[in-house]
């Protein structure tokens, strides 16, 4: 098992003020995905070495869930569903790719009915009991893949193809946003169906994907360090490269950006004070 510690890193930005010297949480071994749930105000985080979702909290409880089989072949973005349920994608290697739900009562299954060969990493909430599965297979060097409405009950249905590599998810603003790290695009599909996704903006190798406020969505990279991506297309850095760029997600409230970055022997959490704005698409007149 990686020995490699998280580190999370406090900082917070005061006008007039030194920033207070950065805080170094211990939480996980090897993070991935990550998600936000502003109601419970708790950071979910896959943690690869541990084959855990575990939680954090400011006042530094940290609930966690076990996976099943979780360190076997590497986990991607997890989610929260409005009941509780927590879903995260088993990448799988070809080999034994897998979607694991964790209900509230702290039972785990893995989803029936889907193919292990599918390679999967990033995950979106849908309606019903669903989720938006991203994916792609591998044949030698050359990777093609979609994105598919998957039933926690067990099976899925294919909404788009003809993607190369398709990374991560996200839903903003009623929009399925969708990463293709293979072509450096970030695609949108504004329709209830996600049965077409258009291209929106080119970030380089992009990653996993996080709702940003206005209808915006943010982009991590495996070399440009977080991009903030709006429906019309224009972009902005928001956090510079430092290294591998994987998960993401933001808190409104509390103006912060958490970034996972993976490097060679470790992998860091870092949360980034930053105020994104309500409306950080609008066009100023």
Known sequence: MR?????LILSTLACGHAAPAPTTLTVAEAPNGLWWDSGSRTLFIAD???GRVV???????????VIPDGK?????QVVRLADGTLVVPRFGHGEDGAIIVLAPDGSAHAVGGLSSKRRRIGLAPAAGGKVYSAWFDKEGERSTGGVSEVSLAGGERDLAGGLEKPIGLAISDGS???????TGAVLRCPTPDYARFEPVAK???????????????????KSAGVTLVCPDGHSRNLVAAVAATRGVAYDSASHRLFVV???????TLRVVPMNIGDRPCAVSP
């Open 72 to 76: 076997k072949s590497g986990l991607g």
């Open 48 to 50: 690869e070495a541990s």
């Open 176 to 182: 399925l946003y969708v990463s293709d790290q293979a």
């Open 203 to 221: 970030v380089a190798a992009p990653d996993l994907l996080a709702p940003g406020p206005g209808g915006a969505v943010l982009v991590a990279s």
């Open 55 to 65: 939680g954090w909290r400011d006042d530094g409880t940290a609930p966690a869930a």
């Open 261 to 267: 970055e993976h490097e060679a022997k470790r992998s």
């Open 3 to 7: 020995t490699a510690n998280l580190l």
